[in-house]
């Protein structure tokens, strides 16, 4: 099995921006975490701060990966393009989040690309993203 994880704009500084949210973590330390306890799957990680660049690795997996985990950040509220992008590929997606978006700020309660993605998982912390693995595995 083959899931990629693809982390959107100013992800790349988790474990240093904004912790009383996002925590104290870094994404690549969670990441070895995920890859101990998934030693059977092979989980991929991308980040970019560039939607056009999400845009094209979602159309580059989109029809080999077993599965993709994205947490788009800010581009979850806007981005049509990336909701697009999903609806055209067949390989499922879940939404995630770290915290959760309904406890913060109105314009974070609605996402473009829920209604492309297999699901939603907001609020667990990092846990999220094994959330997110464990469905891709029972489906």
Do not use: W
């Not at 240093?16 to 994404?27: L, N, Q, T």
């Not at 995920?34 to 990680?45: G, P």
């Not at 297999?118 to 891709?136: H, K, Q, T």
């Amino acid at each position: 099995m083959k899931i990629q994880i693809i982390n959107g704009p100013n992800l790349n500084l988790l474990g240093v921006r904004e912790k009383s949210i996002y925590g104290d973590a870094s994404f690549e330390s969670y990441l070895v975490e995920l890859r101990k306890r998934y030693s059977n799957i092979d989980i991929e990680y991308y980040q970019s701060n560039v939607e056009g660049e999400i845009i094209n690795k979602l159309h580059q997996i989109g029809f080999e990966y077993d599965g993709i985990v994205i947490n788009a950040g800010a581009y979850t509220h806007t981005s049509i393009a990336i909701a697009d992008a999903i609806a055209a590929i067949n390989t499922p997606v879940i939404e995630v989040h770290i915290s959760n978006v309904y406890k913060r700020e109105e314009f974070r309660h609605h996402s473009m690309l829920a209604a492309s993605c297999r699901g939603v998982i907001a609020g667990f912390g990092m846990d999220s993203y094994r959330l997110a693995i464990e469905n891709l595995i029972l489906k």
